[in-house]
């Protein structure tokens, strides 16, 4: 890693607090969304099951991040799913989404209360109108981590989501998990996908309010 240079401590002279300015692609998925025609198709000891959900989705930009020389810029996300008419959760999720401008690196991190959390990554350009990202199990970065139950019956081996953006304003997710679970010799693609439109603006960050 030696790219990286010498200098691991030194950091920026100049920083420009304003978040909602500088998250390159990230830029238009700031605020909070709603999507109503979520599908997800997911394991059962029958097979493949179709789900159709509703979400929320919120993106609030955080301070700018420094890691020595490193800038980041991102957003903090929180989203709630449930099935279509019912209150109970169908699925919630924490993290984040970064931009490092210097390297055009989009980072997506992603925590869920069942045990699994994984770290994301791609490349995109500034005004990307799509992009996509990868997680694999097994690596240092860009990885996966689960707690032993999931490793033993539902591995997640690669995680895979593609982020597209529309002309009318709205934003679409596409995301492929590949699970190897117990059992069965061919690993599974549980996918998601949906539909979001913008329902509030976003809440400026700390620093530039």
């Avoid at 100049?14 to 198709?41: C, F, K, S, Y």
């Avoid at 800038?71 to 989404?97: D, S």
Wanted: with cysteine.
């Amino acid at each position: 890693m030696d790219h990286f240079g010498e200098d691991i401590y030194t950091e920026p002279s100049e920083i420009d607090v304003h978040t909602l300015d500088n998250l390159g692609p990230l830029r238009r998925m700031a605020g909070i969304w709603e999507g109503q025609r979520g599908l997800d198709v997911k394991p059962k000891a029958d097979g493949p099951r179709k789900q159709a959900y509703v979400e929320r989705i919120e993106l609030q930009p955080i301070d700018p991040v420094i890691n020595g020389p490193q800038l980041l810029y991102g957003l903090r996300y929180a989203t709630h799913i449930t099935k279509p008419g019912l209150v109970k959760t169908y699925h919630e999720q924490v993290g984040y989404w970064l931009w490092e401008p210097a390297t055009g690196t989009v980072v997506h991190t992603l925590t869920i209360p069942r045990g699994m959390t994984a770290m994301a990554s791609g490349q995109a350009t500034a005004d990307a109108l799509s992009f996509e990202l990868a997680a694999t199990q097994g690596l240092d970065t860009w990885g996966i981590c689960s707690t032993p139950f999931l490793l033993h019956a539902f591995k997640t081996v690669e995680f895979r989501i593609k982020v597209s953006f529309n002309d009318d304003g709205t934003w679409s997710y596409e995301e492929d998990t590949v699970l190897a679970i117990h059992g069965q010799a061919e690993p599974f693609h549980h996918t998601d996908k949906n539909l979001l439109r913008k329902v509030a603006e976003p809440t400026p960050n700390p620093l530039a309010r």
